[in-house]
């Protein structure tokens, strides 16, 4: 949650208002898609040997900060961040180089929630508005004036390479019809997404699993060390039974999904 939720600067008719926006969001297709093509990107081993390292590197227990008695995110006295502003630049700094270009996620929308993970080991999603999505609307205009635009150009052309322009004049019914045509979007809109796909990037192509099945899955993987009797006793703790084979071929499968294609 921002500072403005944590203090209390909106009212509860503010709020309520702001989540139903947020919520339309959230609920597009687009962002569904880059959401689990993220969520998937957490179990990746590569993903996860940066997370330690970099906790490691910058002081931070290995299972990140933990709530205060508030129940709260903050950093205690001893740490290295802690009113130290240009430390958390350098570590924001590296996640964007070692996981955001990597895997071709937004610089601003995701750096910010792998800063969260970094910290606190904690994934939320960003309470900005049309963030984390497929597609961004932008004041073209406004942004050559932002003092960081190069910045901010770098990441959106990486992320969003293919642009619309749209007039001011141009109504919702006039933006649907254009996009619709069959000819517009073979020979301009698609041909420029082959152009720019990279065919390691799995984006749309990451499907949404029960909940459920994929928290046995992942407690299975993260007691994959002990036999497999031992694993299908604690199964069994949890009302969930599986034989051995069942058990061993979830181990296998997640072990080949979290290796890097």
Known sequence: MTDEYNEGRFSDEELKEYEKIRQTYFDNKGFQKMWNYFLDITK?????DVIKELR???EIPPEGYKLDKKGCYHFPLNSIFRNNFQKEEELRNEIIEKIC?????????FSEILLQYVFYNYIESS?????????MVSDVIE?????FSDFIQQSDDMAY??????SPYASQRD???FIKNK?????????????YKDKNIKIGRVKAKNQSIQERNDFIYENRHKSLKEIRELLADKNIFLDDGHIANIISLEKQKRKEV
Do not use: M
């Not at 390479?161 to 749209?166: D, Q």
């Open 127 to 135: 309470h900005e508005l049309g963030s984390c999505g497929l597609f």
């Open 183 to 195: 000819i517009v979007w073979k020979k301009e809109i698609e041909f420029l997404q082959n152009k």
């Open 161 to 166: 390479p293919i642009a619309i322009r749209i």
């Open 56 to 58: 490691t590197k910058y």
């Open 175 to 177: 933006l649907i019809d």
């Open 44 to 48: 990746k081993e590569y993903f996860n």
């Open 101 to 109: 270009c990597k895997y071709q996620l937004h610089y601003f929308d």
């Open 143 to 147: 942004e050559k004036e932002d003092p």
